[in-house]
């Protein structure tokens, strides 16, 4: 054995003894809590044109004590880039943050079991998705369609609605002084471009929701049975069916409240209501 080594193995132990003597009592900074980590994320979603300084100014109007080399930090761990970057708008938000001001139009076209078609005008709002059936007839004429829209704007002034814009096609069969009215009422009609049902998107899609959930599986002896049917439909739609953009809440009612521990309950009592003999099912808790 060489001097050398036992020398080398006494630092070696000496190093060991001084390590766990000196040993600190903790390892650099604690984490950051988990519910300020949360708020940091969900400013920046809520706020795309705030940079970590302005989202450390915000923690600390709301008292919650954070560095802001850690707000940089945890954004870069989320893999958020700069605020000039995220501050760009796309098209969706641009359409989510309008849908206060849209309104959409359109005709259905069905045919009652008597032979005679029929022509339903409807109107959504983009906002609430809350659908207002205007009325059906076998001739839409200029002065029934005129008609209808000035009941239109009347619902809306007595409902309070904000709308500035009404989205509708090229069809024929809405003359011009339905745009006239609208004028008076403040309202811009907006055309949709040739043969591009997608520019009204969100009233093509309550069109095929009504013809599946209604049209296609009711039978309608005449124009008096399918106004009936529209109103029942109109009812369940407006104040019962799910709607995912509203986060499964009806258009006039407000999101329910979810059972606290479902796990303890034995039985639960849904009564079942039917709307048109069966066509349409309501499911409520039983009192």
Not at 33 to 53: A, H
Not at 108 to 129: D, S
Not at 159 to 170: E, M, N, P
Not at 179 to 191: F, M, P
Request: with cysteine; charged share 30%.
């Amino acid at each position: 054995m060489r001097p050398d080594t036992v020398l080398r193995w006494h630092r070696e132990l000496v190093k060991h003894q001084h390590a766990r003597t000196c040993r600190p009592k903790r390892r650099g900074r604690p984490p950051t809590v988990r519910s300020i980590r949360i708020v940091i994320l969900r400013l920046v979603r809520e706020n795309p044109s705030w940079g970590y300084r302005r989202v450390h100014g915000e923690l600390t109007t709301l008292g919650l004590k954070v560095s802001a080399s850690t707000v940089w930090e945890i954004l870069q761990q989320e893999g958020f880039d700069s605020a000039p970057e995220r501050a760009s708008t796309t098209w969706a938000d641009f359409l989510r943050s309008q849908a206060d001001a849209l309104l959409a139009c359109d005709f259905i076209e069905t045919v009652t079991l008597n032979g005679q078609r029929q022509y339903i005008l409807a109107v959504i709002e983009h906002a609430t998705r809350r659908v207002r059936v205007l009325g059906t007839t076998a001739h839409p004429t200029a002065a029934w369609v005129t008609q209808t829209i000035r009941n239109l704007v009347m619902d809306l002034d007595d409902a309070s609605c904000r709308a500035r814009f009404l989205i509708r096609d090229r069809d024929g069969k809405f003359p011009a002084l339905m745009n006239e009215i609208l004028t008076e009422a403040k309202i811009r009609t907006v055309l949709t471009g040739i043969r591009m049902p997608r520019m009204n998107s969100i009233m093509e899609r309550w069109v095929q929701t009504c013809r599946r959930e209604l049209l296609d599986r009711c039978l309608l002896w005449n124009e008096r049975h399918l106004r009936h049917a529209l109103g029942e439909y109109e009812r369940f739609y407006n104040e019962h069916r799910a709607h995912q953009a509203l986060d499964q809440a009806a258009p006039v009612r407000a999101v329910p409240i979810p059972i606290a521990e479902p796990a303890r309950i034995i039985d639960l009592s849904i009564r079942r209501r039917d709307r048109l003999g069966g066509i349409l099912h309501e499911y409520s808790h039983a009192a």
